[in-house]
């Protein structure tokens, strides 16, 4: 594990005092790193992220640090969970929050069915400061193209390959 691989909102899974945390995401707080997780808890982050709990790993400022105190805060099995979020995607689900943008992520999570968006909106209205009125659902699979740079006029393509042919033989006249 490398800590330049640990950004604020990474997710991840680990063992936390043989806990088994497979629901968890990065927290990084004045260098202070933090595992946001639903099971154990410990010293807490000023924002953990949507989690119940936080445990600290310190300030951390290289590899053989992160290493040292995975081992002296318990935490063993630490790994980044990498999935492709648009490999099945069709719905997606953005909102705006109150955070500054010092600590602002990127408020979006996909979702393969309706459904299971339905349920991620549920999650955020109870786990977070939002109200109905500022969050966004939208069906992933509509993709636009700036036909003409200087008016940037969007067109809906649903033929990539179809689309970038009729557009260069419109572009050619």
Do not use: H
């Not at 063992?15 to 410990?42: H, L, M, S």
């Not at 200087?150 to 390959?161: A, H, P």
Request: net charge negative.
């Amino acid at each position: 594990m490398r800590l330049k691989d640990l950004k604020v909102g990474t997710k991840v899974t680990c063992e936390i005092r043989e806990t088994k945390i497979t629901d968890a995401k990065i927290q990084i707080e004045n260098r202070w790193y933090y595992i946001c997780q639903n099971e154990e808890d410990g010293m807490s982050a000023n924002n953990k992220l949507g989690y119940k709990y936080s445990w600290c790993l310190s300030c951390l400022t290289n590899d053989e640090e992160l290493k040292e105190e995975l081992a002296k805060c318990n935490v063993t099995n630490l790994k980044i969970i990498k999935k492709d979020i648009m490999k099945d995607a069709k719905f997606g689900v953005t909102w705006e929050d109150n955070l500054d943008q010092t600590d602002r992520l990127d408020p979006t999570e996909f979702f393969t069915t309706k459904e299971a968006a339905d349920k991620g909106i549920a999650e955020l209205l109870e786990k977070f400061d939002v109200t109905k009125d500022s969050i966004y659902l939208f069906e992933v699979g509509k993709v636009y193209k700036a036909t003409r740079p200087i008016s940037y006029k969007l067109v809906e393509v649903k033929d990539r390959k179809t689309k970038v042919e009729e557009v260069r033989r419109e572009d050619e006249k």
